[in-house]
């Protein structure tokens, strides 16, 4: 197996092709050779035109010949011969530029011959004769490219998929790149956020915030008890609702007292006075239309409401519960304002508000990463089979196992 670096396989390619096809090319290269001196041929042609014309045609006229000789000059000029780059693109290249040059011709002359062609008989004769050469090299020469040269252009056509392998291994190198950027990063903001993770950890062991969590945590537990004492809130919906209706009449309750505490009922007992009179008179109350049995309720709740009711006013639970919260309520304000004074709050929220921007970061990052090594993967994988099919299609051409280096930068 031989095996060239991807840099060089181009040469090594186009070398072993001018081995095996020697007889074509020089075929070519003689056909083209004639051409080429066809065209010198024209352009000294061009020569004779103008000493032809000297002196004997009027200044006008004149100036016609050398614009007829300038334009076929320059139409001329600006055929590319190939010479190194010898293939079947370069040689139909010539070939078209051959077409448009007789037709280019053919309409200069048109324009510009009328005004001197008497005067220039045997050059006009000379230039038919050499474009008929030409012609006829060229015909030749479009004849030889569609019947020796097929299995050269297929040969030569290989290489048009040469600047992919060039393309996956640039992607693959810019591809790695951006990996490694998007790793440094993520590691950045990783170790970023394991330092805010322990300044928050730090700001939260404080005493007087660890003081306030312990405040708030038991004023959480206290408003569990709180509501586990309101269980007869659905007998006070049902009051609520007929009192609205009007279909029972109390005189001595406070109806706003009831809706605000159907809706709060925790705030409205603390901004009770602390024997809690209208929190008393509401249940008394309550008790007594369920003793009358004026609500709508089943037997087995109304008791269970009433024997609630009665509990609540001998061991006074809620009564206590309520003191203490608005105790603890008091404590938890003192605590807060010291927090506040010592610039904790501030320095704690500028903390957790790093966290969250950094998390989104970390989340963005992450994505990136994932979507850059999904590319870079693919590109690996597109490498692998492009060279694979690449080196199977030129071992079907020049019959040796060839194996394509490919080396990345990174």
């Known amino acids: 197996m031989i095996e060239v670096i991807l840099e060089e396989f181009e040469d090594f390619y186009k070398s072993r092709l001018d081995s095996r096809f020697v007889k074509v090319k020089k075929a070519v290269q003689k056909l083209i050779s004639e051409i080429r001196d066809g065209l010198i041929e024209i352009k000294v042609c061009m020569d004779h035109f103008l000493e032809a014309g000297e002196g004997k045609i009027e200044e006008k006229a004149l100036k016609s010949l050398h614009f007829f000789s300038d334009r076929i000059r320059k139409e001329i000029d600006e055929i590319e011969i190939p010479e190194e780059e010898l293939n079947y693109d370069s040689i139909m290249s010539l070939l078209n530029s051959i077409k448009k040059l007789f037709t280019n011709i053919n309409e200069i002359a048109r324009k510009a011959l009328p005004k001197f062609q008497k005067e220039v008989q045997p050059e006009i004769k000379e230039l038919n004769y050499i474009t008929r050469k030409i ?42 790149v951006d990996l490694e950027e998007f790793e440094n990063q993520l590691e950045e903001h990783q170790t970023h956020q394991e330092e805010l993770s322990n300044k928050l950890m730090e700001l939260e062991k404080n005493t007087l915030f660890s003081d306030l969590e312990k405040k708030k945590e038991k004023r959480f537990k206290l408003r569990m008890k709180i509501n586990d004492q309101l269980g007869f809130k659905k007998a006070l919906k049902k009051l609520k609702h007929e009192l609205v209706k009007e279909t029972i009449y109390i005189s001595n309750l406070n109806m706003n007292f009831l809706k605000n505490f159907l809706k709060d009922p925790i705030k409205t007992l603390r901004n009770e006075r602390q024997d809690l009179p209208n929190f008393s008179n509401l249940l008394v109350q309550l008790r007594h239309v369920l003793e009358e049995n004026k609500l709508d309720l089943k037997t087995d709740t109304k008791e269970k409401t009433i024997e609630h009711i009665n509990s609540i006013f001998e061991e006074k639970k809620i009564f206590n519960f309520i003191d203490e919260l608005n105790e603890l309520k008091q404590e938890t304000k003192l605590l807060e304002a010291k927090v506040k004074d010592a610039g904790l709050s501030e320095e704690l929220e500028d903390v957790k508000n790093q966290i969250s921007t950094n998390s989104v970061r970390l989340e963005h990052i992450q994505n990136d990463l994932d979507r850059k090594n999904k590319d870079y993967m693919r590109y690996l994988a597109a490498l692998k089979n492009e060279r694979e099919e690449f080196q199977n299609a030129v071992k079907s051409i020049l019959n040796e196992d060839i194996k394509i280096n490919i080396t990345f930068s990174f």
Not at 148 to 176: T, V
């Open 135 to 176: 012609q006829k090299k060229q015909a030749v020469l479009d004849q030889f490219l569609r019947k020796k040269y097929e299995d050269l252009r297929d040969a030569e056509s290989l290489l048009k998929k040469l600047p992919k392998l060039f393309s996956l291994r640039e992607n693959i190198e810019h591809a790695k």
